[in-house]
């Protein structure tokens, strides 16, 4: 029995909701624990560090332990996560894991990972030294902190699971080593739908993520109201925070409001994966351009759906489109315009195949069992 611990976001801390009974997190540390849950020689321990005492189960699943540990505001990004690092150590202590996974480098995952006192490796969900380098965090002080710390960890965990090929060739220079392991889908997107999908009247287009410059919805939300502008029968939903305190946020509100009174545009707010899933069946396409992208979970989620991609040809989308009948990536906004129009004038048709790739690649067992070879292997590596 592998003893496992996936230190990860507790999504409770992030978006304060301290009452809230369950722990809850990202889309692709979720499904990673899908794939976990009832999996044969893993016994997972998972770890997050909370500012405020929760409620929570002792279990997510039979094989599948819950930790929260409450760390002081003093014991955060302002003393470079030590008060994390040090909780996170005398837990460990306790249960004597074999090996330890830190979820990213955005907070304090990887770096407790690396400073656990046990065999580790750490998953890169986002790329903070080249977000740094792009100036697309927004928060100066912050950015150029987890970019220095991102590299700190780097050099010092047994490897990297890297999300794409994109990602490989940014942390190889800064890892001993990396492997390449997609992001796995959360098994609900792989359920059968619940509404036989009639084509809409006008075809839907969806775009899901927070609103901000480095996703660039403001200028997808362009693009769409020059087609219709020009006599296409379109709309495009959006679903996400809108992040209205921001500059880019408040500018793209103002257009919001514009296409919704025209009728080529909707804002559906932030959903739950079952509101999501049924707002992607009810939906002909999904678009998504953003500047900069380590993988691209919600693209690989919309092609599980079945729906028709546009997007950004830059990153890990390109990944997740090799080699899939229907997604099309576009260089800039011009092209992403001509792609849709052409779509749209030839019937604006799902494209169902992609599923089934979808499926093959990143279905949450899969990408489970190829963690489980990777720990082995770390471990054997550290043994010889």
């Not at 809108?242 to 296409?259: I, N």
Request: aromatic share 8%; glycine share 10%; proline share 5%.
């Amino acid at each position: 029995m592998l003893r496992i611990i996936q230190l990860t976001t507790d999504n409770r801390e992030h978006s304060k909701n301290y009452a809230a009974p369950a722990p809850y997190f990202g889309a692709a540390p979720e499904a990673l624990l899908d794939g976990f849950a009832g999996l044969p020689g893993a016994e997972v321990h998972v770890v997050s560090c909370v500012r405020q005492p929760v409620a929570s189960p002792s279990k997510l699943a039979e094989n599948i332990h819950y930790h929260s540990l409450v760390v002081p505001k003093i014991g955060w990004m302002r003393t470079l996560y030590l008060g994390c690092i040090r909780s996170v150590r005398t837990l460990l202590g306790e249960i004597g894991p074999d090996i330890v996974h830190g979820q990213g480098t955005e907070r304090d995952c990887a770096i407790s990972a690396v400073h656990s006192g046990f065999p580790n490796v750490v998953t890169i969900h986002g790329n903070m030294a080249e977000i740094q380098r792009l100036n697309l965090h927004g928060h100066p002080w912050f950015g150029r902190a987890a970019s220095l710390l991102e590299t700190h960890t780097l050099k010092r965990t047994s490897g990297v699971f890297c999300n794409s090929a994109y990602t490989k060739e940014l942390v190889s220079p800064r890892a001993k080593r990396t492997w390449l392991v997609p992001n796995a889908i959360r098994s609900s997107f792989f359920r059968p739908s619940s509404q036989i999908h009639g084509r809409n009247a006008v075809p839907q287009l969806l775009n899901v993520g927070l609103v901000s410059e480095r996703k660039r919805q403001l200028e997808v939300l362009n693009v769409v109201r020059e087609l219709a502008e020009e006599g296409h029968g379109i709309k495009i939903v959006f679903a996400g925070n809108l992040a209205e305190h921001t500059p880019y946020g408040r500018r793209f509100v103002e257009e919001l409001k514009r296409g919704e009174e025209a009728g080529y545009a909707a804002y559906a707010g932030f959903l739950d994966a079952g509101s999501l899933i049924d707002l992607m069946d009810g939906s002909e396409g999904f678009v998504h351009f953003p500047s900069e992208e380590a993988f691209g979970l919600v693209v690989a989620e919309a092609m599980a759906r079945g729906l028709k991609f546009f997007g950004a040809d830059l990153g890990g989308i390109r990944d997740i489109c090799d080699d899939v009948p229907g997604p099309e990536l576009s260089q800039n906004f011009s092209e992403l315009k001509s792609s849709i129009s052409r779509w749209l004038d030839a019937g604006a048709g799902r494209s169902p195949e992609s599923a089934v790739v979808m499926a093959e690649r990143y279905r949450p067992e899969v990408v489970a069992a190829q963690h489980m070879k990777i720990y082995h292997d770390v471990l054997s590596s550290s043994v010889s």
